[in-house]
């Protein structure tokens, strides 16, 4: 008897760390590379694994292995936006308003520059007073840019001199709404913007309003502001819009709240020529596609999910347990074999929101949990998380350092 609950205490010992372990075995990220900054960066980009660019409030940093470039930003520069390849940048600047009259236009200047820091063009244009900031997005071809106006439902394409190739009225017949949704995204190569917009903004299924529907769409236009394809979206509204590198897929969310509180979501994915592939029930605010483009994950503030999409199938979903933090970036390598998300807290603090207690988790192409990693003493404004093609590496940046993992020999 004695020797029995000995054999059954040793196996115990043995199963034990399978059943209460969190990670399964697999690849597994070490540490290799960690550089602390002087200034702190607001946001990070990692077009390629050669070129770190990092932005921060007085300056664009571009480090290639040893070689360092810097621009200084002008002191009024209300933003900056880059190519996602990181080869052409705007400064966003807007002149003041004038003490005497609040209610007057203001000047709404936009510079384009290549990453070699040669200036290409400036727009400039009249923003009324109450009217917001327009969407920018800015092509990888060319420094090419498209701006979007949610009130007015109006999207105005631009070339590489910064001339007006087109005027798009999304929707004949609309007026000026500031709650229409509007969101853009550029494929990498430059080539076509994908496009999510209602034609107003939308009110509660259920209620009094004439309209409660926004009518969602997803139109697919040439970045010369050629509509390709349009088709409407099932719910009330939309939220988010995102086009692979190449334009082989876009995912497009939509959604619907009754006035008794009922939610529905989902996102809609659809191949180049407008073919719906398959839906995911989640409203998506991060989404990667892997760069062989077969495989697109999706999150919400606590779940991912991960489509193949070569069959519209979801192989699986992985939830955050209660007071982990949220879901700030998403990665996905190819052939869906790793993922990778950035897990943080938003807590507010130096008069704005932050990302504090940054974790890791590293799963497998069964959503399994493999690894996780814990960032200790490093919070970020803006999640900047990117995963190597062949998932060997990982880079992720922070507010004043980033660091790089790459899987152990």
């Known amino acids: 008897?004695?020797?029995?609950?000995?054999?059954?205490?040793?196996?115990?010992?043995?199963?034990?760390?399978?059943?209460?372990?969190?990670?399964?075995?697999g690849v597994r990220f070490e540490l290799v590379k960690s550089k602390t900054l002087?200034?702190?960066?607001?946001?990070?980009?990692?077009?390629?694994?050669?070129?770190?660019?990092?932005?921060?409030?007085?300056?664009?940093?571009?480090?290639?292995?040893?070689?360092?470039?810097?621009?200084?930003l002008p002191k009024d520069v209300l933003k900056v936006i880059t190519s996602k390849g990181g080869n052409y940048f705007a400064i966003v600047r807007l002149s003041p308003l004038s003490e005497q009259n609040l209610k007057e236009s203001r000047a709404l200047r936009i510079e384009v520059y290549t990453a070699g820091q040669e200036h290409l063009y400036t727009i400039e244009r009249p923003l009324e007073?109450?009217?917001?900031?327009?969407?920018?997005?800015?092509?990888?071809?060319?420094?090419?840019?498209v701006i979007g106006r949610n009130t007015t439902g109006?999207?105005?394409?631009?070339?590489?001199?910064?001339?007006?190739l087109r005027t798009v009225r999304l929707f004949e017949g609309v007026g000026y709404d500031m709650e229409r949704a509007l969101?853009?995204?550029?494929?990498?190569?430059?080539?076509?913007?994908?496009?999510?917009?209602?034609?107003?903004?939308?009110?509660?299924?259920?209620?009094n309003a004439p309209h409660p529907s926004a009518e969602p769409h997803l139109f697919l236009f040439s970045l010369q502001g050629v509509e390709l394809w349009r088709t409407p979206l099932p719910d009330f509204n939309t939220s988010a819009v995102a086009i692979s590198d190449n334009g082989q897929y876009i995912a497009a969310n939509s959604y619907t709240i009754t006035l008794g509180g009922k939610f529905t979501k989902r996102t809609l994915v659809y191949d180049r020529s407008g073919n719906e592939i398959g839906q995911a029930n989640i409203l998506f605010k991060r989404a990667a596609f892997s760069p062989d483009e077969k495989f697109l994950i999706l999150a919400d503030n606590h779940l991912a999910t991960v489509m193949n999409?070569?069959?519209?199938?979801?192989?699986?979903?992985?939830?955050?347990?209660?007071?982990?933090?949220?879901?700030?970036?998403?990665?996905v390598s190819n052939g869906g074999e790793i993922s990778a998300l950035l897990v943080a807290r938003s807590e507010l603090g130096e008069g704005t929101f932050m990302f504090t207690n940054p974790r890791l988790k590293i799963l497998n192409s069964t959503g399994d949990l493999q690894q996780e990693l814990e960032l200790t003493g490093q919070v970020f404004e803006k999640p900047a998380l990117k995963l190597s093609a062949d998932a060997k590496k990982i880079f992720i940046g922070?507010?004043?350092?980033y660091q790089v993992y790459r899987t152990k020999q």
């Open 154 to 164: 109006e999207l105005r394409f631009f070339n590489s001199e910064g001339k007006v």
């Open 129 to 145: 007073y109450d009217d917001p900031l327009p969407l920018i997005a800015l092509s990888d071809r060319e420094g090419a840019l």
């Open 1 to 25: 008897m004695r020797q029995a609950i000995t054999l059954l205490f040793i196996l115990s010992l043995l199963i034990s760390p399978l059943l209460y372990s969190q990670e399964s075995a």
């Open 183 to 207: 969101q853009i995204d550029l494929t990498r190569d430059g080539e076509m913007a994908a496009v999510v917009a209602g034609k107003r903004g939308a009110s509660p299924a259920g209620s």
């Open 309 to 331: 999409l070569e069959t519209g199938n979801i192989p699986w979903h992985y939830s955050l347990s209660k007071g982990e933090g949220m879901i700030t970036a998403v990665a």
């Open 38 to 72: 002087p200034k702190s960066v607001h946001r990070w980009l990692f077009p390629g694994e050669k070129t770190i660019i990092s932005i921060g409030e007085d300056q664009i940093t571009w480090q290639r292995n040893s070689e360092i470039r810097r621009f200084t």
């Open 398 to 401: 922070f507010r004043n350092a």
